[in-house]
């Protein structure tokens, strides 16, 4: 069964940084381009960050470069988001997500919450 599954959602203050894993399962994880795309309430889906097949490339969404790292361990089919110095525009819901040509696989998502 194809699956993306994400944890480490959860409370966090503001200022404070926050993890997420994405495990995946059931596809050639090594093989896809990953992605962490949030959407937060009332607002569009947007693109966090994303990570080629190999890690060797990556690109991040406006609203966060220069505080996110994403990194992935083909290894162990895992795929990391590190978000630094939060805020509470953070706040929403975090979904993981692999690409390979028309593939498109996405998880559930991963509640995230901002305290200021």
């Known amino acids: 069964q194809v699956k993306l599954v994400e944890s480490g959602g959860g409370l966090v203050q503001s200022g404070g940084s926050l993890r997420l894993s994405c495990a995946a399962s059931g596809f050639e994880f090594s093989r896809y381009a990953m992605y962490w795309f949030r959407q937060a309430p009332g607002k569009q889906r947007e693109l966090v960050a994303g990570i080629t097949s190999t890690g060797g490339g990556t690109n991040f969404g406006d609203s966060v470069e220069g505080r996110v790292t994403i990194s992935r361990d083909n290894a162990k089919n895992l795929v990391f988001l590190q978000m630094d110095n939060v805020n509470v525009e953070d706040t929403g819901v975090y979904y993981c997500?692999?690409?390979?040509?028309?593939?498109?696989?996405w998880g559930q998502g991963t509640q995230v919450t901002v305290a200021s």
């Open positions: 997500r692999g690409r390979r040509f028309e593939e498109d696989i």
